[in-house]
């Protein structure tokens, strides 16, 4: 049985249309309930969510299927996916699920499921949960008298903040320091600010007024114009903008140049090794990371292993590896010793951490690799297209031997929409465009 639901990132589409309907996501509660619930124990699942609108309709499903399957459902309300992961096992939960499209529009919503070690769900259990949700969805549910219960606990985002504050150094605190924190008016919207005030920084707060329909709209780490504009006319030392379920991060210098995931992971390996602090002796990252950032790593006496596209992957290869740096260009970044997925928060805290420790403005800290010119473009799709074979497939190898050693071309497919990412990175940047049109080219 071939994957027909779960993505690259759990199950994603547009809200009250296949798959993203209460139907599928109270079959999904069903099945994932029957499949997790191993014991005679007391199960339980965490269900958080972001602020979309139709998070209002896929939670009451999901808490239905769930309770069918005789688990007790605990619920957050809007809170980032990390602090789902992280709640799944301080609370000793079979399952955490949640209930986000991330960076995508309001239009669009998604559930992922993560297990009772906090890691997102393996390809092989993912495929067993579509092949329950195919079966008679009748069949192990619980007797009346074994019915879960749903109960919403109220301290979850403070239960987050304080584990987010123990990864900060105690010796530090953010004193002196004028922070723009976007959230994206999503799933971090009261909480992300707090953090780095109670922390001491000066706090400007933007993207924290959900409506249900603005989540990432011309705000967040996708649209980061918005925080960059916020640190000039603040004055500010450097900006945060989330993602809608906070589990990345872009940032901005004093100067509003924008530091992507590539020069925070650099930092941050730069800083763990001198102090010891690097295991593994290498860092993951994705096919999409500069080859700037490979340079700099090895540079550093460290191995950089290259995984597809997909925080999941990054982790996976992380743990087999057993690295504790992890992440992506988009700014998913994971720091295995304080988590077990990619937070924007915990890695805006290291970020912070170098600054104070080495008493420098991020515009000098975040700058310790000179990038490989790089281009993306996202090509929407109207037809299938295989690119294994064809004219495709002949023109990304043309292309491939045009640049030989002086170049990258990834071509790869969204796995969340219905979109083409073409990337080519080449040290002489005139190439960029001729490349990247050439393959387009071959589209048509």
Known sequence: MGRRLFGTDGIRGTANTEPMTAETALALGKAAGRFFRRGDHAHRVVIGKDTRLSGYMLEPALTAGFTSAGMNVILTGPIPTPAVAFLTRSLRADLGVVISASHNPFEDNGIKLFGPDGYKLSDEIELEIEALMAADDRIGLAGAADLGRAQRIE?????????????FPRHLTLQGLKIVVDAANGAAYSMAADLFWELGADVVRIGNQPNGFNINAACGSTAPEAMRAAVVEHNADLGVALDGDADRLVLADEQGRLVDGDQVLGMITQSWLKAGAVQGGGIAATIMSNLGLETFVRGLGLDFHRTKVGDRYVVEAMRVQGYNIGGEQSGHIILSDFATTGDGLMAALQVLAVLRSEDRPLSTAARIFEP??????????TNPVDLESGAIARAIEAQRRRLGDNGRVVVRKSGTEPLLRIMVEA???????AVIDEIRGALH
């Open 427 to 433: 040290h002489d940047p005139a190439l960029l465009d």
């Open 372 to 381: 490989v010119p790089q281009r993306l473009v996202n090509v929407k799709l």
């Open 155 to 167: 301290d979850a985002r403070g239960r987050y903040v304080e584990s987010l504050k123990n990864s």
